[in-house]
């Protein structure tokens, strides 16, 4: 892919090679909300005390890639209804609003369902093992049921994101 290709790519939220939580240059973690921000750093501090790296593979994403990304999951599924077990639209997505961080290796997802609520971080899809969301309750009352996939998430209708589950 050409540099400057990239680089649109990058400023809309795409992150083509996993990032720091720390990294303040990359749109996809800067432009996170701020609580979920703060609660992922101190997760990855934390973690790396225990010799785990949190790495971003997604997160803050313009209406304009979350949109791409929902016509290439259509593209590979085969239909919207399919899709949609994958790929919110840019009206729903938690991405495009800074509320949800795509976490990886597999041992930072394995440090996080252990002790992602103790931050409030909680994994939301049973399908979707990287994603995570700020839940503050979390912290108290542990993480909240996994829906099954984005399309059981009351959430996820078509039109405005809703607040999140209590």
Same mark, same amino acid.
């Given at each position: 892919?050409?540099?400057?290709? =990239?680089? !649109?790519?990058?400023?809309?939220?795409?992150?083509?090679?996993?990032?720091? !939580?720390?990294?303040?240059?990359?749109?996809? $973690?800067?432009?996170?909300?701020?609580? =979920?921000? *703060?609660? =992922?750093?101190?997760?990855?501090?934390?973690?790396?005390?225990?010799? !785990?790296?949190? $790495? $971003?593979?997604?997160?803050?994403?313009?209406?304009?890639?979350?949109?791409?990304?929902?016509? *290439?999951?259509?593209?590979?599924?085969?239909?919207?209804?399919? *899709?949609?077990?994958?790929?919110?639209?840019?009206?729903?997505?938690?991405?495009?609003?800074?509320?949800? $961080?795509?976490? +990886?290796?597999?041992?930072?997802?394995?440090?996080?369902?252990?002790?992602?609520? +103790?931050?409030?971080?909680?994994?939301?899809?049973?399908?979707?093992?990287?994603?995570?969301? =700020?839940?503050?309750?979390?912290?108290?009352?542990?993480?909240?049921?996994?829906?099954?996939?984005?399309?059981?998430?009351?959430?996820?209708?078509?039109?405005?994101?809703?607040?999140?589950?209590?």
């Amino acid at each position: 892919m050409p540099p400057s290709e =990239l680089a !649109v790519r990058r400023a809309h939220g795409a992150v083509p090679d996993p990032v720091g !939580v720390f990294d303040d240059d990359t749109p996809a $973690v800067a432009n996170l909300d701020p609580a =979920l921000l *703060a609660a =992922l750093r101190r997760a990855a501090r934390d973690a790396a005390a225990d010799g !785990v790296e949190l $790495v $971003v593979n997604g997160g803050w994403r313009s209406r304009a890639y979350q949109e791409h990304l929902l016509r *290439a999951a259509v593209s590979k599924y085969g239909s919207e209804e399919e *899709a949609a077990r994958w790929v919110a639209t840019p009206e729903t997505s938690a991405h495009v609003s800074g509320d949800a $961080v795509d976490i +990886g290796p597999a041992e930072a997802r394995a440090w996080l369902s252990e002790h992602g609520a +103790g931050y409030g971080l909680c994994q939301i899809y049973r399908n979707e093992p990287w994603h995570y969301e =700020l839940r503050p309750e979390a912290v108290d009352h542990g993480c909240p049921p996994l829906y099954a996939d984005p399309t059981h998430d009351p959430r996820m209708r078509r039109g405005k994101l809703a607040a999140p589950r209590p």
